[in-house]
């Protein structure tokens, strides 16, 4: 089965901390993606690795940025956190091509104060 | 552009009826289409695609869908509901190589009553 691991459930920040959410998928995707969902908006895209230091931004990049220095992991980083930003983060990873799904993570509810 | 709409944001049902959740795309393309489900606190899990093979596709749980290029609409239904099918429902196209434009709709909500 394909896991996608996110590094916490929940998390409480203050405005203007950096933050950073983590996620770890085991089964070689080469797509990997972070999403930001919010009651009502469904899922929209934050940013998009097809590859190893390659990235896209995708809907809503603004305010955040992305690493992806290994294959398994793709980082988001809030480098100054608002309030606006209190939402849930849920990452997802995929083959690459048009028929094949996305897996999701838990996900991570932010709270920033 | 593609985009989706699931046209309620909220369905009630008695256990034991059938369930009908509605969408409808919007793709220039032949697209790929996807029902996933998010319980309470839960990531997001795979229901069923449609990728261009039988326009009736069957997933988990007893959940069916059916694509109509004509009416562009992929409806999910299940016959009978179950309490533990009291869920999130998210209705998804995709139309590019790299799967990095999926749309996502608004999401339904189900209630189960017993």
């Known amino acids: 089965d394909v896991k996608v691991t996110q590094s916490s459930r929940y998390l409480v920040k203050r405005t203007g901390e950096k933050v950073f959410l983590e996620c770890v998928q085991d089964m070689d995707h080469e797509n990997m993606f972070w999403y930001r969902q919010d009651p009502g908006l469904g899922l929209r895209l934050i940013y998009f690795?097809?590859?190893?230091?390659?990235?896209e931004k995708g809907d809503i990049p603004e305010g955040y940025s992305v690493s992806r220095e290994k294959k398994e992991r793709f980082s988001l980083i809030l480098e100054s956190a608002s309030t606006n930003q209190t939402s849930m983060y849920l990452c997802a990873s995929s083959l690459r091509g048009l028929t094949y799904e996305q897996y999701f993570g838990p996900g991570t509810r932010l709270t920033v104060t | 552009a593609q985009s989706v709409t699931q046209l309620d944001s909220h369905v009630s049902v008695s256990e034991g009826t059938p369930v009908l959740l509605r969408c409808n795309y919007s793709?220039?393309?032949?697209?790929?289409l996807f029902w996933y489900v998010q319980h309470p606190n839960k990531g997001l899990q795979l229901l069923l695609k449609?990728?261009?093979?039988?326009?009736l596709v069957k997933g988990i749980n007893g959940f069916e869908a059916e694509f109509k290029k004509s009416e562009t609409s992929f409806h999910l239904t299940k016959p009978s509901a179950h309490m533990s099918d009291a869920a999130e429902y998210f209705c998804v196209v995709s139309q590019t190589y790299n799967n990095n434009d999926m749309r996502f709709g608004a999401g339904t909500r189900l209630t189960v009553k017993p």
């Open positions: 449609y990728t261009s093979a039988a326009t």
């Open positions: 690795s097809y590859d190893v230091k390659m990235k």
């Open positions: 793709s220039s393309y032949s697209p790929s």
